[in-house]
């Protein structure tokens, strides 16, 4: 169930197997290669919480939102023989507990404040390599980056990068346009960074 989900998700980013794996690395997970995603994908491999969230990270994507079928329309819910609230999913992934149907609402998923959203995209492995490259704080390269794109450095990244290809983009071309507007970045960074000492 999960590895359709996460299939969906890459496709609609238009994310290769190759690019998730390369992500999961980055978030923490240096085992994951090409074949990881692809045996998820197939249902060939189970998660664990901590690489659910991994997961979630590198498709650029919330847990709800994931379980939802990449939905973004607010609602936190599954369709599953009838609507089942997605933490309830989650547990059954977890634990194996199967969720009822007759779940009574909606749970409000509530997005971090703007100070947990930068701890968050502080620990981000690409922000901490550019933090290293400016000789910053990745704390405040992440205040920045949420000034600017209202965005971390990797969402505002993906998004430019989606809005650049398309399905028959090849994967050299890919990683090309990738790396230019990593440096176009780098770039608004440093001067927003200048404009503020």
């Known amino acids: 169930m999960v590895g359709s989900l996460v299939r969906r998700r890459r496709e609609a980013k238009g994310l290769l197997l190759d690019e998730v794996a390369e992500e999961m690395r980055a978030h923490g997970f240096p085992?994951?290669?090409?074949?990881?995603v692809s045996a998820l994908e197939l249902g060939r491999r189970?998660?664990?919480l901590e690489e659910l969230c991994g997961v979630c990270l590198a498709?650029?994507?919330e847990l709800p939102q994931?379980?939802?079928?990449?939905?973004?329309d607010g609602t936190q819910w599954v369709r599953w023989g009838g609507e089942v609230s997605s933490w309830a999913v989650l547990r059954w992934l977890l634990t194996g507990e199967r969720p009822s149907i007759s779940l009574p609402s909606k749970i409000e998923v509530r997005r971090p404040t703007k100070a947990a959203q930068i701890v968050i995209d502080a620990r981000d492995e690409t922000l901490k390599r550019?933090?290293?490259?400016?000789?910053?704080d990745p704390s405040r390269l992440a205040e920045t980056a949420l000034r600017l794109w209202k965005a971390s450095l990797p969402r505002?990244?993906?998004r430019r990068v989606a809005a650049m290809i398309d399905v028959g983009t090849s994967p050299r071309s890919r990683q090309a346009i990738r790396g230019h507007i990593t440096r176009e970045l780098v770039s608004e960074l440093r001067a927003a960074i200048?404009?503020?000492k």
């Open 31 to 36: 085992e994951w290669v090409r074949a990881t």
């Open 46 to 48: 189970k998660l664990d």
């Open 130 to 136: 550019v933090a290293r490259r400016l000789g910053e």
């Open 59 to 61: 498709l650029d994507v």
């Open 66 to 72: 994931l379980l939802n079928g990449g939905e973004e």
């Open 156 to 158: 505002e990244r993906d």
């Open 194 to 196: 200048q404009e503020g």
